[in-house]
C-alpha cells in the first residue's frame, strides 16, 4: 500500500488525537502491526489545552474540545521518538500552527528525525482560536501552508482537511496543485450540546468537533467527491467502527484510512479489522485493498436516474 512515497503494510491509520503518542498503546498492541500511527496534533511548544469539561457522548458519536492540548515537538522527540522507533511504528506526525513560519518551522525540525515517515498538515482543528482550521476552510489558507512546507522538506505531507466547508474538492485541489502527496479527511465537525436545565453549554468551549459513526456517511460522500477532483491519495476517516465501514471509504475513494473514535471505545478493534478486510479480499478474489480504491460503481443508478 503506497501513499506517495511511503509504503504501507496496511491501509489502518490510527487517528490523530485519538492514539495518543502511541506509546501509550505499546504494551498492548503490535505498533508495527498497524499501517501507521497519526500522533496527536504538535505545536512547536507544549499547550495545557481547554479546560474540563472537554468530551462529550452524543448519538453515534462524541463532541471534542480538547484545544490541542500537547508536550511539544522537542519533547515529543526526545521522549516519544525513541520508542516508537524501537517499536517499529510508522510514525505519521500531525503538525499545527497559529502561522505559516510555525508550520515551516515544525516541517523543519522533524525533517531530520529518524523514523518520521510524513507529516500530517493540521489545518483543520475546530478547536483553537488561531491559525489551524483558519487555513484550512480556504482555497488560499491552504494552498499557502501546503507550498511552505512543501519548500522545506522531502517527507511526505498530507494536509488534513476540515469538513467545514461548502465544496471540499475545491480545497483538496488547491492541495495537490500546493504539492500535496495526499489529503486525509476528515477533521471533525463543528457542533455542539446544551445542558438544557443548566442552559449551558455542555462543553468548557462552547463549541467542539463531532466524531463518530454520526458523521461517517457525510465523510464517505466527500472522500467520493474528492476522489473525483484529485489524483494523489486520499487518507480517508470519519466514524470507522468495522471492516465494512474500512471497505466503504476505499471503494469511495480511499487508498488508506484512519480510526479515530472507535479506538476510545475498544483499543483492541485494529486486528478485528484487518482480519475483515482480509476476509473480504479473499471472499472477492482480490490480492490487495489497492484494487478496491474508487471502485465504486455508479452506472446503474446513473441509468435508473436517466430513465426516470
Ligand atoms: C478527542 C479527539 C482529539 C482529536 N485530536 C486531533 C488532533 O490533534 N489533530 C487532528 O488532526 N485531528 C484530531 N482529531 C480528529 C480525528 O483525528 C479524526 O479526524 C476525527 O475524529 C474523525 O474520525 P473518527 O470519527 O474515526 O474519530 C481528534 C478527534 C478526537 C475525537
Known sequence: ???????????????????????????IIDLSSLGGIAVKGLFLTEREGHPPPRIVETPAGMLNAIGLQGIGVHR????????????GAVVIVNICGTTIQ?????????????????????ISCPNIKEGGITFGCSV?????????????????IFPKLTPNVTDISSIARAAEEAGADAV?????????????ETRRPRLSNIVGGLSGPAIRPIAVRMVYECRQAIRIPIIGMGG?????DVLEFIIAGAAAVQVGTANF??????????DGLRD???RHNLNTAAELCGTIDTSAREKEWISS
Open 1 to 27: 500500500m503506497k501513499i506517495g512515497s511511503l509504503t504501507l503494510a496496511n491501509p489502518l491509520i490510527a487517528a490523530s488525537g485519538c492514539f495518543g503518542y502511541g506509546t501509550e498503546y505499546g504494551e
Open 76 to 87: 515529543f522527540i526526545a521522549e516519544k521518538m525513541p520508542e516508537l522507533r524501537d517499536r
Open 102 to 122: 510555525e508550520y515551516v518551522e515544525l516541517a523543519r525540525i522533524l525533517s531530520d528525525v529518524e523514523g518520521v515517515a510524513a507529516l500530517e498538515l493540521n
Open 140 to 156: 488560499h489558507g491552504t494552498a499557502g501552508v501546503v507550498r511552505a512546507v512543501r519548500a522545506v522538506t522531502r517527507l511526505p
Open 184 to 196: 486525509s479527511l476528515v477533521n471533525t465537525f463543528l457542533a455542539m450540546a446544551i445542558d438544557v
Open 240 to 244: 470507522i467502527t468495522s471492516a465494512s
Open 265 to 274: 471505545v475498544d483499543p483492541l478493534i485494529w486486528p478485528k479489522l484487518l
Open 280 to 282: 473480504y479480499l479473499r
